[in-house]
Each structure stands twice: as C-alpha cells, then as structure tokens.
C-alpha cells in the first residue's frame, strides 16, 4: 500500500486496540496537535485524507496542555485508551517536555509525534533548527529522550513499522507505561513508501491480569498473618486496576485499615469501615497514626513517594513491607517483598491464601476517625483551626461546598499548590473515579486541559477542575478549546492573590514569603505593596465561559449548582484567605533549611528543621 508516513501512521493508530476483561478500547483514540511548518504537510494532511472516524482530531492552544489533557483522558480510562500529541520542530516540540515527564512520572500512557529537521539535510540550518556542532544528529527533541518511556526517530520510511510496534506495547503496557516519542523529520513525513497491507490489520493488546508468584504471596500472607497492626496503603494501581471492590471486599474480610495515596484516594469510600483516608505529610491524623504503629504494610500499587512515607520517617524502623505491583521496580521498594502482578488478581490471591484470617480492629480506631470527620465538618463548616477574620472564605469551606454540591460520580480535577493538601486530608470520596488529582509531578497548569481529557473519556460525568490564581495564570490556554468544542467542564477559580502554599512553605523555612505574593512593588523593592488589580472572572468570561462569582459558602454552593447544571462550559470565582489556614500536617515533610544565615526568621526556621529532624 503506497502511503506517505504520516498517512501510514495515522492508519496504522487507527486500527490499534486494547482488551482487558473481554472489552476492547481505541488504544489511540484521537490526537491533539497544533500545526506548524514542520507537521502540517504531513501529519495534518494525513489526519485530513483519513477523516475524523479515524482519528478524531483536537484543536489545541498549548502543547504542553495537549498532553495534559492526553493524560486526563488516559487515567480516566484506566490506562487502557490514550491519545497522542502532533506538534511542529522547535519552540513546539519543546513545550511537550513538561507534560511528558508528568506522563512518565505518572506511569500514563500518552504518544507524542513531535515534527523535526529535515533527514535529507538540503540545507541547514532549516527554520527553528537547534545546532549542535558536535553531533548532527540531535536536535531539540532528544529533550523529550529522559521523560519518555520510548523513544525513537524516524529517520527512514522502513524504521516505521518496527517502531510503531515497539510504541504500541509500551502504550499498552501497565508495567512500562508513560510517554512514547515518535520524532517524525518534516521530509519523512510526506515521504512515500510501499507499506505491507499487513501493517495495517486490527491489532489487539491484551492487558492481563498477571496473578503473582504462588510462593511470593503463600510468603507475603504467612508475613501478614504474624502482623499485630497491619496497615493496607492503596496506591495509583489499584484505580488503574480497577481494583477498587476487591480491596473494599478484602479490608471487610480481614478487618486490615486502608490509607490512600493521592493517587489512590478514592479507591475504597471514605465511609467505608476500614477507610483511614489518606497517608502521610498530606494525610488524615488516623492513617498516619496507623502507620506509625504498623509492623507489616502492604502497599498496593504505590511508588512510595516521600510524601506518603513523610520523607522516610512516618514508618518504624522494623515495619516490614509487602509490595503488590504491576512493575517489579516499585515492588522492591522499602526493601520490600516484591508481589509483581495485576492489582486485583493479587488482591483476590492475597485473600485465598489467607484463608479467612481475621485480624482484630484497634480499640482506637473507631473514635480516631470520627473525631477527624467532625473535625472535618468543622472546617467546612468555616469553623475550626482555620477560623479568622471575614476577609474571605477559607479554603477548606471551599471544599465543603464541593462536597456538599458535587453527585458521586463527579470528577475533581486538582494537581498543585495548596489545594492538593487540604483535599487529601478533607475530600469524601464517594467514587472511584471522583478523585483527579496529578501529584507525581504536581504540575501547575494541569488541571484545566486535564478536564477536558476527562470529560471526553467520561462525558457523562460533570467535571469541575479547582485551581489556584497561580495555576489559572499558568495555563487557561485550553479553555477556548472546550468553549470551541462545546466541552462542559467547570472550572473553579480560587483568587488568593499569591502562591499560597510555597508561601505557607516559604514562612516555615525561613525565607519570609519573598518573592510569593502577587503584588505591586512596594518602595522597598518588596513585593508587599497593594494586591494586584486582576479580575480573573472578567479573563475566564473573556475566552468564553459562563462565570458565576460567589464571596459567601452559601453563594458559593448556589454558584457551584447553578454551573453544574449549565450544558455550557463554566467558570465559579471565589475569594480565599490565605491566612485561613487548613488542618495542619499530620506527618513531616523534609525540605532542608539553610544551615547558615543572618535574618532571624531563617535562624530559628534551621533550629526548628535540626530538632524535627533530630526526632526521626
């Protein structure tokens, strides 16, 4: 079959599935791109000559938003369906860097298709060309090399093929996940080739359900039947699984308590009877008091990042670990037994070969999660540790109206700032899929795009994307595509005129809030003069949205109703108190404090940071 690349491409994308359970999905279900000089002759021809039936097309604004809403699309379908990214050579090409290492850290599939220089070479340097006088063969895109997952450059038609082969198992593969590059030179693209009609069969990708080693979990449950306190820790994986009713199923039988990572919270519900919600720097005061007296966890499909470990120190010295997860590397962690294999095929495993053992529920427990859900109420209820002055809605009331507002299966799309602190310790999930948050990366400018990928993975689920002033200044860039597209997501603004949470950091370590604050310059240089005169409301109503503004918890829960039911794409602005605190940590978080210094504040900071750290 005589085809350019680029057209071989997008059929061969076109006729690539996946199948989990007896279901099949588009394993690319569309792709995004903006179009330059160095994608349009090829890619964009190609996509035009092949139609939308097959392959959708998104009009995007941002390639790093591209790939954001890429990624929403991919975790919402559990992995098993993702969409790819066609860009031009240069500025382009690079802006895809960021979202890539989001895509790789998250272990989310996404194809990126980058345009580049010329392979023939008729003159260099060519527009928007990186030279790099001591290898002729790179170029801007061997950035995209440490946060892909695979990576490749189609120097010749004949490389294609094997290529795409390699791409799709990579795409599909819950173990070796994340982002895929394809670097297509501009000549390349358009290049004609005699492909085999055999390339372009429907292929299908089993995604199994790989069951652990039998001797590793006949070892794993002997480890946890000697347990006196064993702590469950629900990661990612068991979302991406859809694991969720089996490990509700086994916490009901073996009375073990759940904690969550902010990639697993959601994965049991908040009111279920072992749910201790979620764990570590960020966590409810139950879980990480539970995990400070486990003697074996098991952790199911985390990374085990130093949040939900609280920098190493939330975990005795002699916890032992059992690590169920689909990739042998996170299962080693924690010096750790390694359980590799599907989420819930373990989970079932682990549950068989316990035989029925029943562990005993800790007196406490019961009234340590009931005195954290009233205080949770309290903060919702704007009472609480963060009560202040009426000069704004604390953020926690903000989650209350949510709470109160959103249906079961609504999605909240979050990824940076505050927000994602006070969520992981306060939010009700009542859905697996209700909780979005990316904290791998935690990647300002995700959330907006993200809720696109979301609602067109889930249409019919509402989506509301809550983000900070910093985060919406960032990237609202993909509004205008939802507006274009007629994609009712909801985004909820937060106003608190700074970068709140580095600023909340910023004080305990010292440096004063320097350089956090969106105002004017005050005569001493400092920006600590008038708040800036940004009317974010008036922006979002700019690029098309509905907005609704709210200064009350009860105009704020009137707002939030009144833009979930619009069938318009919306905006909710609100005004927080960033001196309204949240509940506080519950665990510690280790970010180093200068060990020298002349300014007090920073002085007392490193003899706080000596003594927090003396005490793990």
């Not at 996940?177 to 390339?199: I, K, M, R």
Request: include cysteine.
């Amino acid at each position: 079959m005589r085809l350019t690349v680029a057209q071989a491409l997008v059929r061969f994308l076109s006729a690539q599935y996946t199948e989990r359970d007896g279901v099949r999905h588009r394993l690319v279900a569309g792709m995004w791109g903006i179009f330059g000089h160095g994608n349009v002759a090829g890619v964009g021809q190609a996509l035009l000559e092949a139609g939308p039936e097959a392959m959708p097309f998104h009009q995007g604004r941002n390639e790093q938003a591209m790939v954001h809403a890429a990624v929403g699309y991919a975790r919402t379908t559990h992995r098993l369906s993702a969409m790819a990214c066609t860009t031009s050579i240069g500025p382009g090409a690079t802006n895809l860097v960021t979202g890539a290492a989001l895509a790789t850290v998250n272990r989310v599939p996404v194809l990126l298709l980058p345009g580049d220089v010329f392979a023939t070479r008729p003159a260099d340097p060519v527009l928007q060309q990186l030279e790099v006088p001591w290898a002729y063969d790179v170029s801007v895109n061997d950035a995209l090399r440490p946060v892909s997952r695979f990576f490749d450059r189609i120097w010749r038609p004949e490389m294609l093929a094997p290529s795409l082969l390699q791409a799709m198992r990579v795409l599909a593969d819950p173990a070796d996940t994340g982002a895929v590059t394809l670097a297509l030179p501009q000549d390349v693209q358009a290049e004609a080739y005699d492909f085999p009609d055999e390339l372009f069969r429907t292929r299908v990708w089993p995604v199994r359900r790989p069951v652990p080693d039998a001797e590793a979990v006949a070892e794993a449950a002997a480890l946890l039947r000697g347990a006196r306190r064993p702590l469950v820790v629900a990661g990612g994986g068991v979302r991406h699984s859809e694991a969720g009713a089996a490990l509700a199923a086994f916490a009901t039988a073996t009375g073990i308590p759940v904690a969550e990572t902010q990639a697993g919270k959601g994965a049991v519900r908040w009111d279920h009877p072992g749910s201790l919600g979620g764990l570590g720097h960020t966590g409810t005061a139950p879980a990480d008091t539970a995990a400070r007296a486990a003697d074996v966890v098991l952790g199911i499909g985390t990374r085990w990042t130093d949040f939900t470990t609280a920098s190493a120190s939330l975990f005795g010295p002699r916890t032992r670990f059992v690590n169920l997860n689909a990739a042998a590397f996170d299962g080693h962690k924690m010096a750790g037994l390694a359980l590799t294999g599907d989420a819930r095929a373990g989970i079932e495993a682990l549950a068989a070969e316990l035989g029925g053992h029943r562990f005993p529920v800790p007196e406490d427990q019961a009234a340590a999660v009931a005195d954290w859900r009233a205080r949770t109420d309290a903060v919702f209820a704007g009472a609480g540790p963060d009560s202040g002055p009426a000069g704004g809605l604390s953020q926690g009331e903000v989650i209350g109206a949510l709470d109160a507002v959103l249906h079961d299966r609504d999605v909240l799309v979050n990824a940076a700032g505050s927000l994602p602190g006070d969520l992981h310790r306060l939010w009700r999930a009542r859905d697996p899929g209700q909780y979005h948050l990316e904290y791998g990366y935690s990647c300002m400018g995700y959330e907006i795009p993200a809720a696109i990928g979301v609602k067109l993975a889930a249409p019919d689920r509402e989506v509301f994307a809550l983000v900070g002033d910093g985060t919406y200044l960032m990237l609202p860039t993909e509004i205008v595509t939802a507006v274009q597209e007629g994609i009712p997501i909801n985004v909820v603004i937060v106003q608190n005129h700074g970068y709140a949470s580095i600023g909340g950091l910023s004080e305990q370590v010292g440096a004063e809030r320097f350089g956090t604050a969106y105002r004017f310059r005050a005569p001493d240089g400092s920006f600590t003069g008038a708040p800036l005169p940004v009317d974010l409301a008036a922006n979002a109503a700019s690029l098309g949205l509905e907005v609704h503004t709210a200064r009350t918890a009860e105009e704020l829960r009137a707002a939030l109703a009144a833009a979930r039911a619009s069938p318009r794409p919306t905006a909710v602005h609100v005004t927080t108190d960033p001196d309204r605190p949240g509940l506080p940590a519950q665990a510690w978080w280790n970010v180093p404090v200068a060990e020298t210094a002349t300014r007090p504040a920073a002085v007392a900071a490193r003899a706080a940071y000596d003594a927090a750290k003396g005490a793990r």
